[in-house]
């Protein structure tokens, strides 16, 4: 994965995943204080970042995001922590690629150590 | 989730460099992760600062998100001799920073139930005055650990 590009996908999910925490009522009961038309801010700069990704890749993200609502999965030990399906070893030298799990088809993240 | 599990004498920094709220996020994020997995973190919590300050007053700040960056919840604490502008929510500049990092596979949503229990404890060490009390890193430990036990027994 090219690194500006994994940087780009990286930061989407993160914020993805800020919005997504926002609308939870555990995350509301906390009661943080949120400004006026924060998320409609958020969602503009998710969507400036989705601009900046290959548009095969953010037309695929999309597509795993509304599947899944993480299109993202870590991945532990060869196992994909979107499914919990073993992934074939051989992907594991392909890791610096943008890579589907065979099962699930998540885009796979490992970790650098 | 037992809080004070989460902690480590080296996750406590009792004299963190004051500066510019930037400034102090990064030297705590640093404290948990290096290089590229950090820069990505600071800009998610810079990004979750932009919606709004998570200074909860009195002296107090939790910066939190999600992270790719991280495989477990992780827990960094700061406190600055001198108060850093956080633009909280009573306006006043904060001395104590608690930074919560979670990955984003979450079973059981920790991280919420994390965040609610650290929102308590920072409003009891505001109520009994102990902000400036813990002399050493392992004091102040103890101290969480204290506050956590009494909020199971009230319930």
């Known amino acids: ?113 | 989730m037992n809080l004070a599990s989460l902690l480590s004498k080296d996750r406590v920094n009792l004299s963190l460099k004051p500066g510019k709220k930037e400034d102090v996020i990064k030297d705590l994020v640093y404290s948990i992760k290096k290089g590229a997995d950090a820069e990505l973190i600071v800009s998610t919590l810079l990004k979750r600062e932009e919606l709004g300050s998570t200074g909860i007053g009195k002296g107090i700040a939790i910066p939190h998100c999600r992270s790719l960056a991280v495989e477990k919840l992780e827990i960094a604490i700061g406190r600055t001799a001198k108060p850093v502008n956080f633009n909280s929510i009573d306006k006043k500049p904060v001395s104590l920073i608690f930074l919560i990092i979670a990955p984003p596979q979450d079973p059981g949503n920790q991280y919420l139930i994390t965040l609610g229990k650290i929102v308590q404890i920072a409003k009891e060490i505001t109520k009994k005055n102990l902000i400036q009390k813990p002399k050493t890193e392992e004091e102040f430990i103890t101290i969480i650990n204290d506050i956590e036990k009494g909020l199971v027994k009230r319930k």
């Open chain 1, 1 to 113: 994965m090219a690194d500006i590009i994994e940087m780009h996908l990286k930061l989407l999910f993160d914020l993805d995943n800020l919005i997504d925490d926002m609308d939870e009522p555990t995350y509301k009961q906390i009661g943080f204080k949120i400004e006026d038309e924060a998320s409609l801010v958020l969602i503009r700069k998710r969507n400036e970042l989705l601009k900046k990704l290959p548009e095969s890749l953010a037309q695929r993200y999309e597509i795993l995001k509304k599947r899944y609502r993480q299109a993202i999965a870590p991945v532990e030990s060869d196992f994909c922590l979107g499914c919990f399906q073993k992934l074939p070893t051989e992907l594991q030298a392909r890791s610096k690629d943008i890579i589907a799990c065979p099962n699930c088809g998540r885009i796979l993240y490992w970790r650098r150590k």
